[in-house]
């Protein structure tokens, strides 16, 4: 009888090919930038001409190595370069230089968070390769080749089969992206092709050890497809099964406009790229004196800085994951500090208010054109000065600082915004809204003490936010009581 649907235990691991962020390519001086025009970045060295010679990008390998730490991998003391052979119209060498047995690193992991419970995947391997170059398909039926993206460096992120399920496959990408763009080795641009996952993904009943056959989902470009992908090709490996038929190994493409898996080949094992060393580059030896150096320059990494400001500044786990889930603005709310604002000010004020004003213009908070001076400027003359009030600041200041970059004490003055503290002005504004609701004042005098809250809020209102709660509420109260004696 064969098991059903619901008898199968998923087992996904994951590919990342991960750009890393040099201007050059990984073997040559031709330029790595995005969108030009077609076949204008390329050289000898990458299209493979005859009598041309590769030089290891030195950057790209720092860039390798930093991620290797950020992952926890282990440094290999000795590594080399191979050549993956196979035939494709846009790998102009019919190889490609990539690592095959003595990689530059392995045994690291990820821990990710999956519904409130935190799950560590393991990372086989950390290599370096070249990317190939890219067909494109017109419309009419015809194919060109665009060789810009050859040599490209990338590495490439091989996971252990330790995730159970698309939404943890999903939470991978998204964590290893995170790092990956916090310690600056990749911008992690799926649509321009910086960060692409392959996923190995097999089913088998629950209880059984050994793993079934896999099938491989190549190039996908969003951590949705990602997730999509996963879901569709593990409903058809169960049919497959339900019907008693056989998984046969194959490299499959995902279509995130149809929803559809389609095979393109038979998969390859390693046997069939025929690797061997590459001849024209030298092995390279790995010294804890070059791994310090890097690590010494390694950047704090999103989990670390989260506990600290947990740890160190009070913050919520709410808190500290809005300010790390970005480098930049972590970034800005700690030079904020160095101003002497507390963390909780500096928090409200960056995570929420101008945050929430970055959103709608769809600005970045890097990008936005206001220095934490002068958000400090602004945060003091609401919170130490009280020359503006909180609501005024944000609805009105903050719009216009980033408008007009001029400051903000420079537009509370322009817009007749700053607090009103003349006590014989603010007498005369309540004793105005004191005759204009005789039948408010009338009920408090009779007992009813909840009405102060509508008189309140009128003299606010009359203020039109240029008055000092702080200092309306005492002199409302004490002419309220003094009219019940």
């Known amino acids: 009888m064969p098991a059903t649907a619901s008898d199968f235990e998923v087992i996904i691991g994951l590919e990342v090919h991960a750009q890393v962020k ?12 995005f969108g030009e025009a077609p076949n204008t970045q390329v050289c000898p060295v990458c299209l493979g001409l005859p009598g041309s010679l590769p030089v290891p990008n030195g950057k790209a390998f720092d860039l390798a190595l930093k ?37 530059f690193s392995k045994n690291g992991y990820l821990d990710i968070n999956v519904n409130g ?32 993206r050859a040599g490209t460096p990338l590495i490439e992120i091989v996971s ?21 763009e916090f310690i600056d080795a990749c911008d992690c641009n799926m649509q321009e092709g910086s960060l692409r996952c392959d996923a190995n993904v097999s089913i088998r009943p ?10 491989e989902i190549k190039n996908m470009n969003s951590f949705r497809f990602v997730e999509q992908a996963i879901l569709t090709e593990v409903l058809e490996q169960k049919a497959i099964y339900d019907a008693g038929g056989t998984v046969h190994q194959e490299t499959r493409l995902f279509n995130g406009e149809t929803g559809k898996i389609r095979t393109m080949r038979s998969k390859e094992d390693a046997h069939d790229y025929r690797y061997f060393p590459e001849p024209d580059l ?57 101003h002497g604002v507390s963390a909780k000010v500096a928090y409200n004020w960056i995570a929420n208010d101008l945050q929430g004003i970055l959103k709608e213009r769809n600005l970045a908070i890097q990008d936005c054109g206001l220095s934490t001076e002068a958000v400090v400027a602004l ?53 105005d809204v004191l005759a204009k609701f005789p039948k408010l004042v009338a009920d408090y005098v009779s007992g009813k003490d909840a009405v102060v809250n509508a008189i309140f809020g009128n003299c606010m209102k009359e203020f039109k936010g240029k008055g000092d709660p702080a200092v309306i509420r005492p002199a409302l ?4 009581k003094a009219l019940r004696k």
């Open 160 to 180: 252990e089969p330790d995730l159970r399920s698309a939404a943890e496959a999903r939470a991978y990408m998204e964590a290893l992206a995170h790092i990956l």
């Open 477 to 480: 109260e004490a002419k309220l």
């Open 67 to 103: 991620t290797a730490l950020a992952l926890h991998c282990e440094i290999a003391s000795f590594t080399k370069f191979d050549r993956k052979n196979y035939y494709y119209p846009d790998l102009p060498k019919n190889y490609q230089i990539s690592q095959f047995d003595l990689p």
């Open 117 to 148: 419970t935190t799950k560590r995947i393991g990372i086989t391997r950390i290599h370096m390769e070249e990317d190939a170059g890219k067909l494109v398909h017109s419309e009419g039926g015809g194919s060109g080749v665009d060789l810009n």
């Open 282 to 338: 030298p092995p390279i030896t790995i010294t804890p004196e070059m791994i310090e150096a890097i690590r010494g320059k390694q950047d704090e990494l999103p989990e670390a800085r989260k506990q600290r400001y947990i740890g160190e500044l009070k913050l919520s786990e709410m808190e500290a994951k809005v300010l790390t889930d970005s480098k930049e603005m972590g970034n800005y709310f700690e030079a904020t500090l160095k």
């Open 206 to 215: 629950y209880g059984q050890k050994n793993f079934n056959t896999r099938r």
């Open 22 to 33: 040099t201007n050059t390519k990984m073997f040559c001086s031709c330029a790595t930038s």
């Open 379 to 431: 945060i003091n003359l609401v919170e130490k000065d009280k020359k503006i009030n909180r609501a005024a600041a944000k609805e009105v200041v903050f719009p216009k600082m980033l408008d007009t970059k001029k400051s903000a004490l420079q537009i509370a003055q322009e817009e007749n915004l700053l607090i009103v503290v003349d006590t014989g002005a603010v007498d005369k504004v309540i004793d």
